[in-house]
C-alpha cells in the first residue's frame, strides 16, 4: 500500500512537472521564436567576445565591458561593470542593456537577469573549432550574421595556410606554459590536451607535451617537465614584460639546463594578451606559433 | 619529576635509532619513486652525459632536492610544533597558531598579485615575502605579548596569534581581489604547500636558519619540560622563565618561516606529528623533540611520495595528502590509545 502510495505520489509530482513545464515552455520561448531586433545596448563580460563584437562591425551596439577589456583601443573609453568573478549588477541593470554577454558559470548573475527580463548570451569556453562557433553564434545574434561569417572563414583559411605550411615537417614537442612564479620554475601551470591553446599549438605544427592529461590545464612539476623531454618551451602571459624581464624569465629555464628546449634555445615568451584570448585574434597567434616553432617554413 | 640521566640515555638509545633510521629510510627511498618509471642504474650511470640521460636529470634534479626540501620543511614543523605546544602549554598549538602561516601567505601573495619579480639572497619573490611576512606577524604578536607585562604573557601570545591570523585572513582577501584568474591559481596552489623546489638554492639559502633553530630547540628541550609545569614552579627550580620563553618563541618562528619559504604552509604535520611521537616516546622533551625532528621528516617525505604517484602522471601538492593521510591516522591513534 505504502509503496502504491510512493508511487502514486512520484505520479503526481512528475505530472506537476510537466504540467509546469508546458506552462512555462510557451513563455520562454516567445521571445526567441520572434526573431528580436539587433541589441542596441550590448554589455560583454567577455574579453574574447568584446573583440568579436568590434571586428563584426557592432562596436557602437557596446555600451559597457568587463574590467579586463583591454582590445581594441575603442573600449578604453567604455564603462568598466566587474568580471567573471565579480560583476557589478547594480550597475549593468542600471544602464539598462538590451544584451549581456556572460560566462557560463556566471549562474547567479543570469538568474538575476532573468527576473530583470534581460536577454543573455552565454558564452562557453572550448577548443578551436568553439572560437568560430562563438564569433558566427554572436554575430548572428546582435545583426552582423554576414561579417561573423566572413571573419569566421578568413580565421578558417588563415589556419588552414598555417596547417598547409607545417605539413610534412616533423612536429615539436612542446610545452605551453600559462602561469609561473616569476625568477622561479616553481607554481607552474601549462596547457593540457584540451582547449583552444593547445589547439593552436597543434595547428602552429607543435605536438603539445600534456596532449594525454585531458584537462585545459597541468600543474607541471619539476619532474613531468623533465620526463616530457619538450623541444620547445612557449610561455603565454597577458602582463606586458620590458626586454630585461624578458631575458631574465627565459634565462630561469637555464636550471633544467638539460632539457632539449633550452639547450637549443629553444625557450619563448610572449607577453602579450592576445596569446591567450579566443577571439578573433586566434589566425594570427596561429601564425606566430607556426613562425615560432617552424622558423624555416616561413621564412620560404 | 624529571628522570635521572642514565635511565633517559638508555631510552634514547632504544628509540631515537628506529627514528633515525624511518627517517634515512624515507630519504633514501624517496628519489626511488614517482610520476615516472626511472632507472636507479641508468640515473647513476657516469657513462651517459647528463644531457641526455634523463633518468639522471629527475633524479637529481626534480626528486632528490624535492625529498630533502620534504625532509627539512617536515623535521622543523614538527619540531616547532613541540616548541609552540610546549610554550604555550596548549596541546591545539601548532606551528601555525601565532599568525605565521597568515603573515606568509600575505607576503606571499602580495608577491603574487602584484607582480613582484626580485630575487633576494637567490629567493625569488613570492617565498621571500612569505618569510618576511612571517616574521613580520610574530613580531607584532611578540610586541603585543610583552607590553605591559614583566615577561612574556602566554595567555596574551596565545590571543594575539589568534587575532594575527584573522586579521591578515581578511588582509588575503582584500588583496586576493586584485588578482586576476591565473594569479588566484598560484596563491591557491602556494597555500596548498607544496615540495616541488626544482633546484637545491631554496634549501641551502634555509640552512643557516634551520641550523640556528637547531641549536636553540637542543637548548630548550630541558626548559622546555620545566616550563610544562607552569611558570611559576619553572621559576623555582631556577629557570630563567622569560629568557627560555622568548627563545623558544623566537627558534620556532624562524623553523617555521624557513620551512614556509621553502615548501608554503603545509598543514597537519606541526601538530600531528608532535601528538604521535608523544604517543610513542612519552612527553620528555629531551626525547620528543629529536623523535619529532626525525619522525616529521620521515612523514612529510612519505606524504609526497604518495603525493607523487597516486595521479600519475600529474602529481599532487602535497599539502592536500598531509591533510588527507594525517587527519583520519592522527584520530585513529588517539581512539586506539583511548
Redesign the interface.
Given at each position: 500500500m505504502r509503496h502504491l502510495g510512493q508511487l502514486l505520489l512520484k505520479k503526481t509530482s512528475l505530472a506537476a512537472l510537466l504540467a509546469l513545464l508546458m506552462l512555462a515552455m510557451p513563455r520562454a520561448q516567445t521571445p526567441q521564436a520572434q526573431t528580436p531586433r539587433a541589441p542596441a545596448r550590448i554589455i560583454c563580460l567577455v574579453p574574447a567576445v568584446t573583440e568579436t563584437l568590434f571586428a563584426v562591425g557592432a562596436g557602437p551596439q557596446v555600451a559597457a565591458v568587463s574590467s579586463f577589456d583591454n582590445y581594441p583601443p575603442e573600449v578604453e573609453k567604455l564603462q568598466r561593470v566587474g568580471a567573471l568573478l565579480d560583476p557589478d549588477v547594480e550597475r549593468i541593470l542600471s544602464l539598462r542593456p538590451d544584451l549581456v554577454v556572460v560566462y557560463g558559470s556566471q549562474t547567479d548573475l543570469r538568474a538575476q537577469l532573468d527576473r530583470a527580463h534581460i536577454q543573455t548570451f552565454i558564452y562557453s569556453h572550448g577548443g578551436l573549432a568553439e572560437v568560430t562557433a562563438t564569433i558566427r553564434a554572436i554575430g548572428d545574434r546582435v545583426g552582423h550574421g554576414p561579417e561573423a561569417t566572413r571573419l569566421a572563414g578568413d580565421i578558417h583559411r588563415r589556419i588552414a595556410a598555417v596547417r598547409k605550411r607545417v605539413a610534412g615537417l616533423p612536429r615539436v614537442r612542446t610545452l605551453v606554459v600559462f602561469e609561473r612564479e616569476p625568477r622561479s620554475l616553481r607554481g607552474i601551470y601549462a596547457s593540457g590536451g584540451i582547449g583552444f591553446v593547445h589547439d593552436m599549438i597543434e595547428a602552429a605544427g607543435g605536438v603539445n607535451v600534456f596532449a594525454d592529461v585531458k584537462r585545459e590545464a597541468v600543474q607541471a612539476t619539476t619532474e613531468l617537465i623533465l620526463a616530457r623531454q619538450p623541444e620547445a618551451i612557449i610561455e603565454l602571459r597577458s602582463a606586458a614584460a620590458t626586454d630585461d624581464e624578458r631575458r631574465l624569465e627565459i634565462a630561469t629555464w637555464d636550471r633544467l639546463g638539460a632539457l632539449p628546449a633550452v639547450r637549443s634555445h629553444r625557450v619563448h615568451l610572449f607577453a602579450d594578451q592576445k596569446m591567450s584570448i579566443a577571439g578573433p585574434r586566434v589566425a594570427e597567434v596561429v601564425e606566430i606559433l607556426g613562425r615560432t616553432l617552424h622558423p624555416g617554413a616561413f621564412a620560404r | 619529576m624529571t628522570p635521572t640521566p642514565s635511565p633517559l640515555g638508555r631510552r634514547m638509545w632504544r628509540t631515537l635509532p628506529w627514528f633515525a633510521a624511518l627517517a634515512l629510510l624515507a630519504i633514501a627511498g624517496g628519489p626511488l619513486v614517482?610520476?615516472?618509471r626511472i632507472s636507479l642504474v641508468r640515473a647513476l650511470d657516469p657513462a651517459i652525459p647528463?644531457?641526455d640521460?634523463?633518468d639522471a636529470?629527475?633524479f637529481f634534479?626534480?626528486?632528490l632536492p624535492?625529498t630533502l626540501a620534504g625532509a627539512l620543511v617536515g623535521s622543523m614543523l614538527a619540531c616547532a610544533g613541540v616548541v609552540f605546544q610546549g610554550l604555550l602549554r596548549n596541546p591545539l598549538a601548532t606551528p601555525f597558531t601565532l599568525g605565521v602561516s597568515a603573515g606568509a601567505a600575505l607576503g606571499a601573495m602580495l608577491a603574487?598579485t602584484f607582480?613582484?619579480?626580485?630575487?633576494w639572497l637567490g629567493v625569488?619573490?613570492?617565498?621571500a615575502a612569505s618569510f618576511i611576512g612571517s616574521l613580520l606577524a610574530v613580531g607584532v604578536v611578540y610586541a603585543l605579548a610583552r607590553a605591559r607585562h614583566r615577561g612574556i604573557s602566554t595567555n596574551v601570545l596565545l590571543l594575539a596569534g589568534v587575532t594575527m591570523n584573522a586579521f591578515f585572513s581578511a588582509l588575503i582577501l582584500f588583496v586576493q581581489?586584485f588578482a586576476?584568474?591565473?594569479?588566484t591559481?598560484?596563491i591557491l596552489?602556494?597555500l596548498m604547500g607544496?615540495l616541488?623546489?626544482?633546484?637545491y638554492q631554496p634549501l641551502l639559502t634555509a640552512l643557516p636558519l634551520v641550523v640556528l633553530s637547531a641549536v636553540v630547540f637542543a637548548w630548550l628541550a630541558r626548559p622546555l619540560n620545566l616550563l610544562s609545569l607552569g611558570p611559576e614552579s619553572a621559576g623555582t627550580h631556577g629557570l630563567d622563565v622569560t629568557r627560555a620563553q622568548r627563545a623558544a618563541f623566537i627558534s620556532a618562528s624562524l623553523a617555521t618561516g624557513a620551512a614556509v619559504s621553502v615548501g608554503g604552509p603545509v598543514g597537519f604535520v606541526g601538530i600531528i606529528i608532535p601528538h604521535l611521537v608523544r604517543l610513542m616516546v612519552g612527553s620528555d622533551h629531551r626525547l620528543v623533540l629529536p623523535a619529532s625532528a626525525l619522525f616529521g621528516a620521515a612523514f612529510l617525505v612519505g606524504c609526497d611520495v604518495v603525493a607523487?604517484t597516486v595521479m600519475a602522471?600529474?602529481?599532487l601538492?602535497v599539502g592536500v595528502i598531509t591533510a588527507l593521510i594525517g587527519g583520519p591516522f592522527f584520530l585513529w591513534l588517539l581512539l586506539r590509545k583511548a
Open positions: - | 614517482g610520476s615516472t647528463f644531457a640521460n634523463v636529470q629527475i634534479v626534480a626528486r624535492r603574487i607582480g613582484w619579480s626580485f630575487a625569488p619573490a613570492a617565498p581581489y586576476d584568474f591565473g594569479q591559481y598560484r596552489r602556494w607544496d616541488d623546489v626544482s633546484s607523487r602522471p600529474v602529481e601538492p
